[in-house]
C-alpha cells in the first residue's frame, strides 16, 4: 500500500469521532473496548464512535450491548413495559397501546411532581417519551460498519479524530488511510508506520487505552504534533516516492 493526501478535517466538525476497527479481537477482549467507548460517550455529548466490526454477527451484539448500557445508565427495568416499550420503537415498530408505564422509576418521579395538578397520565406519557428519545440519542452516537471498504474508510477517516486498532496485527491498510488522512492511530502492537508519541500511541496492554484515547481528544495540540508528522510520511510512503526508491536501486544498486 501507499499513501495517498487525503487529509482530513476533524478539527472542523463539532463532533469527536474515535474509529474502531475491531481486527478480530477476542469476544471479550472486544467487549472490554467497546464499554470503554460507551463510557467515553456517556462522559461527554460531542463523543461519537464508528465501530468497524468483524461481521453482522458482532454488529448486532454491539448494538445489545450498547442499549443494555444506555437504560441501566437511566435505571429502566429490564423486565419493564417501558424496556419493552424501547425495543419496539427500535425495531421501528408502533408503541404498543398500552398506558405508559408509571412503574419505571424515572416515569414515577416525574408522575410524583405532577401529582398535584392532577396531569399523572400526560405526565407518565411525556416522561416515557423523553426517556425513549435520551435511548435514541445514546445509540445515534455509535456507527457501524462491517469490514469497510475503500471508500467507507477514507470517507469515515475523514471526519474521525483518531484511529485505533488494537488487534493483535494491526491492519496495514488502515495505517495507511490514517496517515493519509492524517490522523493519529492507537495500536498494540509496534509496527513501521507509527512511531510512539509521535504520529500515535503504543499501548502496552489494554488496561492503558482509557488514557491513551483520550490523549488525543482532550486537546488538539498532540493532535496537530501527529498531523505534522503524518504530513512527512505522506510523502515518504508515497507511491511516486516508493517508486524513486525502486527505480533508484535497480539503477545504482542500492
Known sequence: FSTHLHLGRSNEVPEVISYWHVNGLAAVTADTVFTHFLLQIQADDDRRLIVDADDEEQVHHFQHLALLFVVKKLRIDLDSQLFTRIQSVLNGEDLPPEE???KSPE???AVEMAAVAGDVKETAAAAEK???GQV???LARVEYQVQADYEQVTQSLSTARQLIDVGSHPD?????AAISAGI?????????YVTNGKNGLIIDKLSDLNKAANYYLASLAPWN????????LI???SEQHTKALWEDVLTNGR
Not at 172 to 176: D, G, S, V
Not at 184 to 192: A, M, S, W
Open 136 to 138: 435514541q440519542g445514546f
Open 107 to 109: 416515569v414515577t418521579m
Open 235 to 237: 510523502d515518504q510512503y
Open 184 to 192: 493519529p492511530q492507537i495500536n498494540l502492537v509496534e509496527t513501521g
Open 172 to 176: 496495514l491498510f488502515m495505517q495507511i
Open 130 to 132: 423523553e426517556l425513549i
Open 100 to 102: 405508559p408505564d408509571t
Open 225 to 232: 504534533e501527529a498531523l505534522v508528522v503524518n504530513a512527512q
